[in-house]
T-cell receptor
Framework: DAEITQSPRHKITETGRQVTLACHQT?????MFWYRQDLGHGLRLIHY???????NKGEVSDGYSVSRSNTEDLPLTLESAASSQTSVYFC?????????????FGPGTRLTVL | LAKTTQPISMDSYEGQEVNITCSHN???????ITWYQQFPSQGPRFIIQ???TKVTNEVASLFIPADRKSSTLSLPRVSLSDTAVYYC???????????FGTGTRLQVFP
């Protein structure tokens, strides 16, 4: 069965370190998204991609970057982790740009920045 | 960015119908309105999607008025397993970026 996976599921790091969160989907979807979820803020869009070599900034993109070198993967990089980036991160994918809001979500990565 | 608001919480009893409304004051013209369910420690799960009027599937109905500035998710005959947080998702009318609603925590009692 097709799926979307994230790794690691839990990560503890220190302020200033670079961290990369992996997202891999086997749906063959063109669209991929990264969100963060915090208490009191719900889900907020960080970056998204509508295809290989395409990346776009979301609502809260500062301090994060993504790259899309193939259809299956959209890794999220925190260039210099900050305590404010402690959060749960969700990756998602969808099939078509029209109706791109019908997304399939991964299980999430809980990141703690000390 | 569009402001997408929902009631913070709702309580219900098993077997009742529950209606959750999402207000989106500046929705993208060509975008769908989508609703998700989320259980603790899991990613959101797609429930239903619509563009206008009414959509029904095996688990829910979605009502969208003509101006599309709001939408109502209707869950018929809820059970204990429907206890979760429900989110709407819309595209912002100015930026086309996807914006999640604030989320509604539904608690179903026996």
């Amino acid at each position: 069965d097709a799926e979307i996976t994230q790794s690691p599921r839990h990560k503890i790091t220190e302020t200033g370190r670079q961290v990369t969160l992996a997202c891999h989907q086997t749906w063959n979807h063109n669209n991929m998204f990264w969100y963060r979820q915090d208490l009191g803020h719900g889900l907020r869009l960080i970056h998204y991609s509508y295809g290989v070599q395409d990346t776009n900034k979301g609502e809260v993109s500062d301090g994060y970057s993504v790259s899309r070198s193939n259809t299956e993967d959209l890794p999220l990089t925190l260039e210099s982790a900050a305590s404010s980036q402690t959060s749960v991160y969700f990756c998602a994918s969808s099939a078509a740009r029209q109706g791109h809001s019908k997304q399939f979500f991964g299980p999430g990565t809980r990141l703690t920045v000390l | 960015l569009a402001k997408t608001t929902q009631p913070i919480s709702m309580d219900s009893y098993e077997g009742q119908e529950v209606n959750i409304t999402c207000s989106h004051n500046n929705i993208a013209t060509n975008d769908y309105i989508t609703w998700y369910q989320q259980f603790p420690s899991q990613g959101p799960r797609f429930i239903i999607q619509g563009y206008k009027t009414k959509v029904t599937n095996e688990v829910a109905s979605l009502f969208i008025p003509a101006d599309r500035k709001s939408s109502t998710l209707s869950l018929p005959r809820v059970s204990l397993s429907d206890t979760a947080v429900y989110y709407c998702l819309v595209g912002d009318g100015n930026t086309d970026k996807l914006i999640f609603g604030t989320g509604t925590r539904l608690q179903v009692f026996p």
